[in-house]
């Protein structure tokens, strides 16, 4: 069956540590992103990519890095000048920039300890 | 920059009845798109309706859209149980990806 896969489902960060999360899909979808869900809250895009090797930043990209060397791939790293990283991390992907619906993993739940 | 503001925050209805979300944005869209999330996991796509569409149907949901007003609203009918989830509206204006409201919690009671 075709998805979108993120791992790992809970992953705990220590203060100054970078953490890389990963988010891989099988649908063949050009397009894929990353999302911050904080709660309570909506979701607030950090990086999209449309196409291999090229990726931009969302509204709050700051202390986010990402790349896109494939095109099922598209890992984020989660750098120390974050400061806030704690939150739930969605990644997506679709087959164009928004005149489909797009398909989500089951998301990351970071917590700084 | 969030788009589409739910109204209510929250609801909560008894299984059977009726339950109505309301979304509202602010610029024009090439789309407003419906997702469904349940608690702790990712977001399902529910309906997507144009810009010049009016309403939508799939099985239990009725979606509206009213481009003057700027407004969607999303029914869903004979509720479950199982349609206990948060609901999200997202708008596309065709220069950047989708754009998140806070969503609509809706608890409904056996």
């Known amino acids: 069956d075709g998805g979108i896969t993120q791992s790992p489902k809970y992953l705990f960060r220590k203060e100054g540590q970078n953490v890389t999360l990963s988010c891989e899909q099988n649908?063949?979808?050009?397009?894929m992103y990353w999302y911050r869900q904080d709660p309570g809250q909506g979701l607030r895009l950090i990086y999209y990519?449309?196409?291999?090797?090229?990726?931009q930043k969302g509204d709050i990209a700051e202390g986010y890095s990402v790349s896109r060397e494939k095109k099922e791939s598209f890992p984020l790293t989660v750098t120390s000048a974050q400061k806030n990283p704690t939150a739930f991390y969605l990644c997506a992907s679709s087959m164009s920039r928004g005149s489909y619906g797009y398909t989500f993993g089951s998301g990351t739940r970071l917590t700084v300890v | 920059s969030q788009q589409g503001e739910e109204d209510p925050q929250a609801l909560s209805i008894q299984e059977g009845e009726n339950a109505t979300m309301n979304c509202s944005y602010k610029?024009?869209?090439?789309?407003l798109q419906w997702y469904r999330q349940n608690s702790g996991r990712g977001l399902v796509h529910l309906i997507l309706i144009r810009s010049n569409e009016r309403e939508k149907h799939s099985g239990r949901l009725r979606v509206t859209l009213d481009t003057s007003k700027k407004s969607s609203s999303l029914l869903i009918t004979a509720s479950r149980a199982a349609d206990t989830a948060s609901y999200f509206c997202?708008?596309?204006?065709?220069?950047?990806?989708?754009?998140f409201g806070k969503g609509t919690r809706l608890s409904v009671i056996a």
């Open positions: 990519s449309q196409i291999v090797n090229d990726f």
């Open positions: 649908l063949n979808h050009d397009a």
């Open positions: 610029t024009s869209i090439n789309n």
């Open positions: 997202a708008t596309y204006s065709g220069n950047t990806p989708l754009v």
